[in-house]
């Protein structure tokens, strides 16, 4: 008889009750195509390039349905153990969270603010965007689907992790809401949807969720990343180093900049922290920080910027 070494065990039953009763939270919005065509857009000044945004707010105190269209979407997802963040319930906390920075005199001490979209997620704290598009036509009493998308957006890298498409089936409106007829209408996708949001979630528990490691430097600091002040290193040595060591299975991706910028894409951090909350890229960020302190660097002289969930953004010096 064959025995299983205890910590196999370990490792697969942890595993196997992970899949079981691990969901990603997930947030339902309109896609910014949908926001485009009904005229709910806001600009945006990304460092001296504008961006169209999706104007939620707007949306849900403007068009009827839409709100029923989110929830029914939701639900759907919830019957089978996603979570889900409101969207509505979010607009009101980050509007809270900034109207209290502002009152206070906070906010950060650099130049680079978050987007609106990063605002949103960073209080949500949800892993997918759930972005959904939809057509209805009408003829006389009767009105279908004529197109709908759902896309399942990751709210750290911005990149699609799972799709579907198609169109419904004409009926007799009756007392069918436009929320009803596109829920039944997606009714048809959503096992292959789900499908690929799990695999994709279950992905990141075994290998890690992808963040950016971005380090700034102003000239008030004095120094740059080329200095050997604080170790037998440069000091953009000593943070790839560190990175790499503190990233989940050592996983980041190739290192590019100069004396005063760093990059650092595709490295890996575990979904949650020792405490079971979310962990993201401003989580990392703090342990880097508490490592620049222990090599020598003062605290007052390294700001952490706020830039997304999967952005950790060093600074140091001040604007």
């Given amino acids: 008889m064959k025995f299983i070494p205890l910590s196999l065990f370990f490792c697969l039953s942890v595993l196997t009750s992970f899949s079981q009763a691990k969901k990603p939270a997930i947030m339902v919005v309109p896609s910014l195509d949908w926001c485009v065509e009904h005229g709910y857009v806001l600009t945006y000044d990304n460092q001296g390039k504008t961006e169209t945004l999706p104007d939620y707010e707007k949306a849900m105190m403007t068009f009827p349905d839409l709100n029923s269209v989110m929830g029914k979407i939701g639900a759907e997802m919830q019957k089978d153990g996603f979570k889900l963040a409101d969207l509505g319930q979010t607009l009101n906390n980050a509007k809270q969270m900034n109207a209290e920075e502002n009152l206070l005199g ?13 605002e949103i997620r960073e209080n949500g704290k949800h892993d997918i965007e759930f972005q959904v598009y939809w057509k209805i036509e009408k003829q006389g009493p009767r009105k279908r689907v004529t197109e709908f998308r759902l896309k399942g957006v990751d709210t750290f890298t911005n990149q699609q992790v799972a799709y579907a498409d198609g169109s419904g089936e004409w009926i007799t409106a009756g007392n069918a809401s436009d929320a009803d007829l596109l829920r039944e209408a997606v009714q048809s996708k959503m096992d292959g949807f789900k499908a690929s949001l799990q695999t994709t979630f279950e992905d990141m528990f075994v290998n890690g969720r992808e963040i950016t490691v971005r380090v700034w430097v102003y000239d008030s600091w004095g120094k740059d990343l080329d200095t050997y ?4 290193e440069e000091l953009a040595v000593l943070i790839e180093e560190w990175v790499a ?7 980041s991706g190739a290192v590019s900049g100069s004396e005063l910028k760093m990059y650092i894409p595709g490295v890996r951090i575990p979904l949650y922290d020792d405490n079971g909350a979310q962990f993201d890229g401003r989580g990392f960020a703090k342990k880097l920080k508490k490592y620049l302190i222990s090599i020598g660097i003062p605290a007052t002289e390294i700001e952490i910027q706020k830039a997304g969930l999967g952005t950790a953004f060093i600074i140091f010096g001040k604007k």
Avoid: E, L
Wanted: avoid cysteine; charged fraction near 20%.
């Fill in 229 to 232: 002040d604080y170790g037998g």
């Fill in 106 to 118: 906070g906010g950060s001490r650099g130049t680079v603010s978050s987007s609106p979209i990063d």
């Fill in 245 to 251: 060591q503190n990233a989940m299975k050592g996983k």
